[in-house]
């Protein structure tokens, strides 16, 4: 690729490879414009065939609302997930190629025009899988348009890798393509959308594009590959409820997939990948107290988030005598796979801050907890957790 460039060109993708760390496994993948920008295409190798290609419906979620979702509505960064189809026109795609180029929307059958109940419950899921992927972060995951796009607002584009006139999209046959470290630079808009082809891609099943479409908004946030010595892409291991797969690499058919400093045996890039999203996009405001001093009310609908490392949430309630029995849930799609980040480990606390019980089972990503108890005040903490039988070390939890 390299070669081919002017000089301006070579000197300007040099600079660009230069500003961001990669394994030698991917550069096979990297690919330099006619300017010299640089991006990924991801030819995902995908374990196995689709288990079912129909999304089921998530709580709280309507055909109404499906297009206004939002995972936290106040933060000033954005990422915008397109569905709907959109002209691409004047950007970094359109070097030597059609411009503009008509993208498609997402569709599960041969109608273009509206948007079938399945496809809405698929896309509602997409978002939800998406918008916890990137939960840690100060980020308004959405499926709303913004009424403007800036620096700090990436587009994810899901659509066919033939436009809607027949002519092929960027690096036409991949699961995705996007552009490097680009997120928030001053000429953003030229180097976006990040294109994921849902058709390439089990056919658009949801949770296969929701893998694609945070890996690829990973590549805008100057992530790269999480692999092997042998393996440019890293599929995962374990099984069951904790089987554990990496977003920068393909963990598709696992039920937690996370951000990854590259940890598991054989991996070929020790990239922090929450220390560089963080920088760019910021980690969310602490939501619950990290000591008992500042506990939350305990209620029977209480939810949180796990945002790093030293987060801990701790809740506290009154009960009266008698056996007290606490569920702890990370989030579970209905359908495919589970789609949650997080493992939870839960501990009981007495009034003064004796610790009672506790629980991290090996192969479940809850916790329950049941003891019997006086009159009085306790105290529950929730925190991130590794899981001895995938292995994981609990880093994305």
């Known amino acids: 690729d390299l070669q ?54 998530l709580t709280g979620i309507t055909p109404e609302n499906t297009f206004l979702l939002h995972s936290r509505p106040n933060a000033s960064k954005v990422i915008y997930l397109d569905f709907n189809g959109h002209l691409i026109s ?11 180029l008509t993208a498609r ?47 700090t607002t990436g587009r994810i584009l899901i659509t066919r890798d ?29 180097y976006s959308p990040a294109l994921v082809y849902f058709n390439n891609l089990g056919g658009g099943r949801e949770d296969y594009v929701s893998e694609a479409a945070s890996h690829e908004m990973g590549h805008n946030l100057n992530l790269s590959h999480d692999g092997t010595t042998t393996q440019a892409y890293y599929g ?55 000591t008992l001093a500042s506990a939350t009310a305990l209620l029977s609908d209480s939810n949180g988030v796990i945002s790093t490392a030293a987060d801990q949430d701790y809740f506290y309630l009154d009960t009266a005598a008698g056996t007290l029995s606490l569920t702890i ?8 796979t589970r789609g949650g980040n997080l493992d ?22 809850a916790s329950t907890l049941q003891l019997g108890v006086n009159p009085g005040r306790y105290y529950l903490l929730i925190d991130g957790d590794g899981d001895a039988l995938s292995p994981d070390s609990g880093y994305g939890s």
């Open 90 to 100: 004047n950007t970094a795609w359109n070097q030597g190629r059609t411009n503009p």
């Open 4 to 57: 081919r460039l002017p000089a301006p060109a070579q000197a300007k993708a040099m600079a660009w490879l230069h500003r961001f760390n990669f394994p030698a496994n991917d550069a096979a993948m990297l690919r330099a414009d006619a300017q010299g920008g640089i991006h990924y295409q991801d030819f995902f190798p995908l374990a196995g065939e689709p288990l079912t290609t129909s999304a089921q419906a």
């Open 162 to 190: 033939t436009d809607a006139n027949g002519n092929a999209m960027p690096s036409q046959g991949a699961g995705g393509v996007a552009y490097v470290g680009v997120f928030g630079l001053s000429n953003y808009g030229y």
């Open 344 to 365: 939870i480990v839960a501990r009981l606390y007495d009034g003064n801050g004796t610790l009672l019980t506790q629980s991290a089972p090996t192969g479940n990503t």
């Open 236 to 290: 995962g291991h374990g099984s069951g409820d904790t089987s554990w797969g990496p977003l920068m690499g393909t963990g598709y058919n696992r039920n937690v997939s996370q951000w990854s400093k590259g940890e598991y045996a054989g991996a070929n890039n020790q990239q922090d990948d929450l220390q560089i999203i963080g920088s760019y996009l910021l980690f969310r405001p602490d939501d619950h107290g990290n």
């Open 329 to 336: 849930t990370p989030l579970r799609l209905p359908s495919n």
């Open 105 to 151: 929307p997402y569709s599960l059958d041969a109608d273009d025009s509206t948007f079938s109940s399945s496809e809405l419950t698929s896309i509602a899921a997409i978002w939800r899988r998406i918008a916890e992927d990137y939960a840690p972060f100060d980020v308004d995951v959405t499926t709303q348009e913004p009424a403007s796009f800036g620096v």
